[in-house]
């Protein structure tokens, strides 16, 4: 169990739960005067401060409070989540006009969606890749054998050396790299990585030891500059991917510290859409962006669920749960907002092109925060 994972549920959930209004209920006789600021009440609350009239002092009702700071579980969370996924226009028209008392805060929601999300999917499997096989380096060994004898061929009917030479070259770094694979297989990698895992080719593509094809030419050349003492940020990162847990631990710390970032990434953009448009404020394009990254995280969840436990009907969820992010923007787009079909639909595909944006601008984020010091 990832401890500190847990222990960042216990934390979203409490943070989350400060921003929520305070709850209380009458219990025990008050005196009719506030415990905080000596105001008189007659209800639940203090009409001056909005502290509840009742101070609990048991032990159960901290338990009680925990569990509410943690969970939210209270009549609201079931008057959001079937308008967050079924009208999520209407929730955030509601909430943008004050109509609040019934309803979760953008804000906070989408702090304990994160939490929940990170702690859920620090439980989840990890698939290695296959390790080496007997067959695989059998069928490679055929294919060398082959290329040396056409190279032997070419050598005896072609009088050109310098193309026998270039054969001859890749026929030796093929058969190099079956070495290093029947050594693996026989003994082991030297770095205690096990042969053919993710982490194994991920610290081959840092150190520039990975099959020389296009997709690898950039690792290699950060190998190189690691190999020739580069200081550059290329540099730094292959360096920190040559340990491959601990990078992959970095970036997950990484994601789960600065997550936030989507949020002020991602306004600009949605009220580029109605920059044009009077009435609506910066202030609602947040509630607007709260609100969807919030479900497109549960959404998130459902998807890793489906895709690690459910087999092939899992494969059948994470695409209508693809299709359903276009389709949830565009409702609540259309709803928030007023908007028309037409005007919900252009700006629904210009918010799609938008989202890649911030993504990038995300991603690359993470890496410079996480593996670039």
């Known amino acids: 169990m990832d401890i500190e994972a847990a222990g960042g549920v216990v934390t979203g959930g409490l943070l989350a739960g400060a921003v929520e209004k305070p709850t209380g209920k009458a219990g025990e006789t008050h005196g009719g005067v506030c415990s905080d600021c000596g105001a008189a009440t007659s209800g639940n609350f203090c009409s001056n401060c909005g502290q509840p009239t009742h101070v609990h002092r048991t ?43 019934r309803y979760v805060s953008p804000l906070a929601i989408f702090l304990f969606t994160l939490f929940v999300m990170f702690f859920a999917l620090s439980f989840a499997p990890h698939h290695e890749g296959p390790a080496v096989q007997a067959d695989e380096i059998a069928q490679q060994r055929a294919a060398v054998e082959a290329a040396q004898r056409t190279v032997d061929e070419l050598r005896a009917d072609n009088p050109q050396p310098q193309a026998i030479q270039a054969a001859q070259m890749v026929v030796d770094q093929r058969r190099a790299q079956l070495t290093q694979l029947e050594t693996e297989l026989r003994d082991g990698r030297a770095d205690g990585l096990k042969p053919g895992s993710w982490q194994a080719s ?172």
């Open 202 to 373: 991920l610290k081959d593509m840092a150190t520039g030891d990975a099959d020389d094809e296009p997709g690898h030419l950039q690792a290699k050349i950060a190998g190189q500059e690691i190999k020739s003492g580069g200081h550059g940020l290329g540099a730094t990162i292959a360096k920190k991917l040559q340990n491959p847990d601990l990078a992959l631990y970095k970036l997950q710390q990484t994601l789960y510290k600065f997550a936030f970032l989507l949020v002020p990434l991602s306004i600009p953009f949605v009220a580029l859409l109605f920059l044009w448009k009077r009435g609506f404020t910066l202030y609602d394009h947040g509630v607007f962006v709260l609100y969807s990254l919030t479900f497109m995280a549960m959404l998130l969840m459902l998807m890793v669920v489906a895709g690690t436990f459910w087999g092939t009907f899992g494969l059948v969820v994470i695409n209508l749960a693809a299709l359903a992010v276009p389709v949830h923007m565009f409702a609540q787009m259309k709803g928030a907002y007023s908007l028309s079909i037409f005007s919900a639909l252009w700006r629904t595909v210009a918010l799609m092109v938008f989202c890649t944006i911030v993504i990038g601008l995300f991603v690359t984020a993470i890496i410079y925060l996480g593996l670039g010091h």
């Open 59 to 101: 032990l159960l009702h901290l338990g009680e409070e925990l569990l509410h700071g943690v969970m939210h579980f209270d009549a609201r969370i079931w008057r959001t989540l079937p308008l967050l996924w079924l009208n999520p226009g209407r929730l955030t028209r509601e909430w943008v006009e004050g109509r609040r008392t």
